[in-house]
């Protein structure tokens, strides 16, 4: 099989864009090219990756799951890509960290910026993903260190601690009234709900509340990320769960309210894993060192 560069960035652009012609555009390409590669690379895979609509495409179910190993690819060339910039230049190499979005805001973004102001000689790149997909990148070898949840891990790697957090009750004071005190978790569980979706944290957190009480989580409203969750909880559609400091930085309108959670079963810990073999041993145990000295809970 043969599959180039333009061919992988293309097919992760149309599944973004979810048309053809915008992911042409995007990456400078005629739109015919565009779908010819798209064609012969079906062609090749023995199956349909995209399913043409009146206006756009729409992923197809094997198509989604065919995604994934696109995208590894994609991690990979940029790994490559990195890696021999960084040795052409002399530099200390580069290290491809993995991390769920709440961490990289809370805490990697930070910490990041601190290990490049000690190491500029080493190029540090994040690859954002939930907690599940991270533990397989690692597993694959594609990042180098990777930071996910504690109860969804299933690696049979080392475990360090990395960061706790806990998840705070957010809701719309239109559409939901809460006391004060910490809300229960029956409270929460009757109300509608709106969750991250399959491998995140929040949805683990949510999981387990149920299984306490015998219940089982319906999914009612399921996103991709924290500013969906969000906009579904202003419009009263459910309330919602995230960090404190996720919920701070949308910088919250006052018809937003934001209350703590009785109980500790939505509180979180993080821990790092690492992987030798493709970054540069020295640049790799400085960079995992420095990560775990910064650590604090939150």
Excluded: C
Excluded at 83 to 100: N, R
């Amino acid at each position: 099989m043969k599959i180039d560069t333009l061919t992988v960035h293309l097919v992760l652009a149309i599944a973004e864009e979810g048309s053809i012609s915008r992911a042409a555009d995007k990456l400078n390409l005629a739109v015919a090219a565009a779908s010819k590669r798209v064609t012969d690379l079906e062609t090749q895979l023995g199956t349909k990756l995209f399913k043409r609509l009146p206006h756009g495409v729409k992923v197809t179910e094997s198509g989604d799951k065919l995604l994934a190993h696109i995208k590894q690819i994609d991690n990979l060339i940029d790994r490559l890509e990195g890696d021999a910039q960084a040795l052409s230049q002399g530099s200390g190499g580069s290290i491809m960290i993995g991390a769920p979005k709440s961490v990289v805001i809370q805490s990697l973004a930070k910490d990041i910026f601190r290990i490049q102001e000690k190491y500029p000689q080493i190029t540090l790149k994040i690859q954002e993903e939930n907690s599940q997909v991270i533990q397989q990148l690692l597993r694959d070898k594609v990042i180098d260190i990777g930071i996910y949840e504690k109860t969804s891990g299933f690696l049979d790697l080392e475990k360090f601690d990395y960061q706790h957090d806990r998840l705070v009750l957010v809701y719309s004071r239109q559409h939901f009234q809460f006391s004060a005190e910490p809300v229960s978790i029956d409270e929460i569980l009757n109300a509608p709900l709106v969750s991250l979706g399959k491998g995140s944290a929040v949805l683990f957190a949510v999981q387990r509340a149920h299984k306490s009480r015998g219940r089982v989580f319906r999914n009612n409203f399921t996103v991709s990320g924290f500013d969906t969750m969000l906009a579904l909880v202003r419009n009263g559609l459910g309330i919602g769960l995230m960090p404190p400091d996720i919920f701070n930085s949308f910088h919250p309108e006052a018809a937003l309210g934001s209350a703590e959670i009785e109980g500790d079963w939505h509180h979180r810990s993080y821990v790092l894993s690492f992987v030798e073999g493709q970054a540069q041993e020295k640049t790799l145990h400085a960079v995992v060192q420095e990560l775990l000295e910064m650590k604090k809970p939150i």
